[in-house]
Antibody, heavy 120, light 107 residues
C-alpha cells in the first residue's frame, strides 16, 4: 500500500522559508512524478509543482522563483521549499504521487496534509 | 496558462438525484482531465482519470465525459456519502491546474 506522509514546521514567520518533506512508503520514489498541492483554509486546491525522480521539475508560474521541489532517492523522500512566505501562503500542504504517462497524469495517492501557518 | 472553470460552484440535491458538474478549460486539453472528491478535513480522492476512466474502487454511479474544452462529471444516483466538494484537474501541458471546486450539499 502506497503511503505518503508530510512533515515539517506548522508555523513559519513572514519572509522566512517554508520547508516540508514527504516520506514515501510502499513505492519507490525512483519512478513516477511526485507533486505538492496546497489548499488555503476554506478555498480550493492549487497545484504547486512536481518533480521527477531524475530531478527535473515543473512549477506553477504563480510561485515565480520562490519554489523549489527536490527529490532524495536514497531516503525515498521529496521536499518543498517556498521562500519569502506571507500570510497568503497559509494553507494545508499535500504531497501526492503522480501516476500515468504520455500526458495522462493524475494524483492517485495523497498524504493526509499538513497545515502551515505563516505568522509572526 | 490553461484556466479551469467549474459550474456550478455549489448545488443542493437529494439522495437519489442525478447530478452533473461541468468543467470548462480555457483552451483545448484533449482528454487530459481528471476528477477528485474531497470531504471536509480529508485529502482529495481520485475518482476519474483521462476524462472517463473510473479509478479502481470508485462506484460505477460516477462517470465522466467530454473532450476538448468541455467536460462533465455525473453522479447517476446521489448517495449520502457523495456529499462533498468535487474538483477537476488538467494535465495537458507541463503546468497543471485545478478547477475552483463544486460543493454538493444536501437539499
Amino acid at each position: 500500500q502506497v503511503q505518503l506522509q508530510e512533515s515539517g514546521p506548522g508555523l513559519v514567520k513572514p519572509s522566512e522559508t517554508l520547508s516540508l518533506t514527504c516520506n514515501v512508503s510502499g513505492a519507490s520514489i525512483s519512478r513516477n512524478y511526485w507533486s505538492w498541492i496546497r489548499q488555503p483554509p476554506g478555498k480550493g486546491l492549487e497545484w504547486i509543482g512536481h518533480v521527477y525522480y531524475s530531478g527535473s521539475t515543473n512549477y506553477n508560474p504563480s510561485f515565480k522563483s520562490r519554489v523549489t521541489i527536490s527529490v532524495a532517492t536514497s531516503k525515498n523522500q521529496f521536499s518543498l521549499k517556498l521562500t519569502s512566505v506571507t500570510a497568503a501562503d497559509t494553507a494545508v500542504y499535500y504531497c501526492a504521487r503522480v501516476f500515468g504517462s504520455s500526458g495522462w497524469f493524475y494524483f492517485d495517492y495523497w498524504g493526509q496534509g499538513t497545515l502551515v501557518t505563516v505568522s509572526s | 496558462d490553461i484556466q479551469m472553470t467549474q459550474s456550478p460552484s455549489s448545488l443542493s440535491a437529494s439522495v437519489g438525484d442525478r447530478v452533473t458538474i461541468t468543467c470548462r478549460a480555457s483552451q483545448s486539453i484533449s482528454s487530459y482531465l481528471n476528477w477528485y472528491q474531497q470531504k471536509p478535513g480529508k485529502a482529495p480522492k481520485l475518482l476519474i482519470y483521462a476524462t472517463s476512466s473510473l479509478q479502481s474502487g470508485v462506484p460505477s454511479r460516477f462517470s465522466g465525459s467530454g473532450s476538448g474544452t468541455d467536460f462533465t462529471l455525473t453522479i447517476s444516483s446521489l448517495q449520502p456519502e457523495d456529499f462533498a466538494t468535487y474538483y477537476c484537474q488538467h494535465s495537458y501541458s507541463a503546468r497543471w491546474a485545478f478547477g475552483q471546486g463544486t460543493k454538493v450539499e444536501i437539499k
